[in-house]
């Protein structure tokens, strides 16, 4: 089934004369996880927000053709009920946290308060989500005081509570260290296994090589390149859109130049490490 459909869309800002979105077609399928990468300024956030339907309902400008959510055409629906069906991960932990609650347990229910959820069932479901994510040792403390890894793994717990269908996730990683990314990502990695539709920006293409199942690529606000994973990152002609390719797949290519081809071109270290184990017959 598929959850957004875009039909001939094209979006302008208000009193901007280029367009930054164009001509985009897609069916995206419900439960599927989508990749969104592109060079700076390619229109990732725009499409975010028309995704979720902040265009427009909140940026006014242009829209033309069709984007449907569930078969409704967005300008249909209404915006509440879109901001609980659509759940949004900002790029910036620190925007993301309230900063009017005192302790983590009650950032996380502000959500499922402001949707006017009975006070049994909200302490319910945010004790869920907070064994879920691992969450026990900081639900006494202040948000505020959190590191950033915490803060950004806080607001997963708050947009996981409110039980979205569809999740856009703009570059969750972009301001953590390594260890607190993989933290982000075994997040993810759950929410996939729940067979939420996510859309995920991020630049570090090696991490969506390994947890998308469908790239989109975008350059000058159109959809330059789509398909899975492997069919896109087994196209050269990416850097050519000023986006990198993962590691595994520039190691095939200097496999391939060096007339040292693994068989399949490999866009992550597990594949890399099949196409080794089946070179030294292991
Ligand atoms: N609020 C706005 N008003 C007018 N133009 C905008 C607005 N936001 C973005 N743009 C323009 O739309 C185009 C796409 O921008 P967008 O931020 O969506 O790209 P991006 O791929 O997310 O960039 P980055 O990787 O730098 O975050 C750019 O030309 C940008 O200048």
Redesign the pocket.
Known sequence: MNCISLKNVSYK?PY?E?F?LQELNYAFETGKCYGII?A????????CNLLRGMIPHF?EGDLTGDVLIEGNDVRNWDSNLLSTKIGYIFQNPFTQISGIKDTVFEEIALGLENLGVEKEVLIDRVIEVVKLLKLEQLIKKNPNNLSGGQKQRVAFASIIAMNSDILVIDEPTSQLDPESSAEIFSIINLLKEQGKTIFLVEHKVDLIAEYTDEVIV?KD?RIALSGSALDVFSNIDLLQMGVMLPQAAMLSYDMQKANKAFDTIAITKSQVIDQIKQRVGV
Do not use: P, V
Request: no cysteine; aromatic share 18%.
């Open positions: 800002y901007m280029e930054a592109g700076n300024g390619s229109g990732k956030t725009t499409f940026f975008l606000g």
